[in-house]
């Protein structure tokens, strides 16, 4: 069974510092491989998604993350985190039924808080 | 980005009820999906739909759980009754295809208590 494991419930870190929120994944098969933003009272936002090719993906607002298959990981990076960066931050992976639409197996988040 | 909206953004409801959560998918997407998440908790996966039929469910929807999407317009979560084991954040995501890699987009998420 697929599942996503993300170590660290909270995070803290002072700004302009750089960033590693970790994520662990379990598949059975060639993972597609999530990082979403949730800021207070918004909805889920994309950063990034990963499935083939270069095992380093950019994503919006200067965030990348890292697929390492031999590591089963997808950690998040920034090299220079800012205030608004602060939010819950989830790893998932998506599990599809063969055209039944697909559905994301979540991690349990990381609250990020950025110090001034 | 594309934007999907939910109404309420709270509801109280007494246990026994009939609650009815609203979500307004972006404009041209076809697959629908309801996601719950206890406090504290990871989210998860309860349904997708698409074409008018619920595609895959998992053993959180309960029997007391149904959704549809009547005439395109809002695509509704309705739990009748109500458990105080309900009391949750729903969330409503939308894309435009079904495949593995296709982006779901979230609303904010309604906050259900159930008394």
């Known amino acids: 069974a697929q599942s996503v494991t993300q170590p660290d419930a909270r995070v803290t870190v002072s700004e302009g510092a750089s960033l590693q929120l970790r994520c662990k994944y379990s598949?059975?098969?060639?993972?597609?491989l999530f990082w979403y933003v949730q800021y207070p009272r918004q909805g889920l936002q994309l950063l990034l998604k990963?499935?083939?090719?270069?095992?380093v993906v950019q994503g919006v607002n200067g965030f990348e993350a890292e697929f390492s298959k031999s590591n089963s990981s997808f950690h998040l990076r920034k090299a220079s985190v800012h205030w608004s960066d602060s939010a819950v931050y989830f790893c998932?992976?998506?599990?599809?039924?063969?055209?039944?639409?697909?559905?994301?197996?979540f991690g349990t988040g990381t609250l990020l808080s950025v110090k001034p | 980005g594309p934007k999907v909206l939910q109404i309420p953004s709270h509801q109280i409801i007494d246990m026994g009820q009939m609650v009815t959560l609203n979500c307004d998918p972006v404009?041209?997407?076809?697959?629908f999906y309801w996601y719950k998440q206890i406090l504290g908790q990871q989210m998860e996966f309860l349904v997708n739909?698409?074409?008018?039929?619920?595609?895959?469910k998992s053993k959180l929807f309960k029997d007391q759980f149904s959704v549809e999407r009547p005439d395109g317009s809002y695509f509704t979560l309705k739990i009748q009754p109500t458990a105080l084991e309900d009391s949750a954040v729903y969330f409503c995501?939308?894309?435009?295809?079904?495949?593995?890699?296709?982006?779901?987009?979230f609303g904010p998420g309604t906050r259900l208590l159930v008394l």
């Open positions: 995501a939308s894309s435009l295809a079904g495949g593995r890699g296709d982006t779901q987009y």
């Open positions: 598949s059975s098969v060639t993972p597609y």
């Open positions: 998932a992976v998506s599990l599809s039924y063969g055209g039944s639409g697909n559905k994301l197996i």
């Open positions: 404009s041209n997407h076809l697959y």
């Open positions: 990963y499935y083939s090719g270069d095992p």
């Open positions: 739909f698409y074409n008018g039929k619920v595609m895959e």
